[in-house]
């Protein structure tokens, strides 16, 4: 089972243009995403979570039973649902800005144990700043990085949401010690002031860098790169786009039984080839769509089938 801990949103999406635009209310948040994803490509998958009993919670909860993940896990509360307010540029690519004061998600509290058929635990976005679940979401990912679990970061940099740049850059690579996969965009990268390179050194087995409709690229401790190019697509929106490559990479490594540090070291060109292609694929299904709707397992056929 792969493990997707983090916030669970609500995106407001403009419908048309100006300033007083009517706002479409969408399922969101980074690893909500990623974990709706997982459950549609098929991965057992669980949500690590805290959610609020207001309608948006609701809605939330609903969204991910219909992937078939598993919420057995998510906290509740009686505090509002944190809403992320969606600008979309000419070329579909959304900025943010955020309500979250009081809301359920932020007092999330590091759980005892997670369920014990865990492999793999993902984390990213909004939940690794907002305190103080920021720090419970830290703890998680230490224990289960010491239970020799395999955890994967998408930091999704939302600047606004980071008073302090400095201190969340050293936080940042404080963390990677207990990363295994890192995976995060060209523009994130920039924004952390740092190269594949020097974080392959504090930790991770690997780095994947996403390149928007200009493809992915892995870099490796063993010194390779590999990259793919992306997929051609007429784009609506780039909502999820990153949230749906987290969960074919996790995906697609899940079904190769390779969910560890010494898996990905014996990858080689044709196992990261195949993988990135996948999620290239996965991501473009997105981008063609209007919100975060990643695709279904039918939709990119079964991942042994896919070649380098």
Known sequence: MIVVAGEALIDLVPQGTGALASLRPALGGGP??????????????????RA??????EALLDGLRGAGVDVSGVQRGT??????????????????????????????SAPGALPDSARAVSFGTCSL???????AYEELMRSAAGEGLFTALDPNIRAGLIPDADAYRERFRNWLPSVTLLKLSAEDAEWLDGTPREWLA???SAVVVTRGG???????RDGAEYSVP??????VDTIGAGDTVNAALLHGLAAQGALSAESLAGLGAGGWTRLLRFAARAAAITCARAGAEPPYAAE???FQQWSA
């Not at 505090?79 to 007092?107: C, K, M, N, Q």
């Not at 200009?214 to 490796?220: K, S």
């Open 129 to 135: 700043v907002l305190e103080p679940g920021a720090s």
């Open 300 to 302: 990119l056929g079964d």
């Open 79 to 108: 505090e509002p649902t944190t809403l992320a307010v969606a600008t979309i540029d000419g070329h579909g690519s959304a900025a943010y800005s955020f309500y979250v004061e009081g809301t359920a998600d932020r007092l999330f």
């Open 52 to 57: 609020s009993y207001d309608a948006f919670g």
């Open 214 to 220: 200009e493809g992915l690229t892995v870099f490796t």
């Open 230 to 235: 992306g997929e051609k697509v007429d784009v």
């Open 202 to 204: 504090a930790g991770p």
């Open 32 to 49: 909500y995403n990623t974990a709706v994803a997982l459950g549609r490509l098929g991965s057992p998958t669980a949500f690590c979570s």
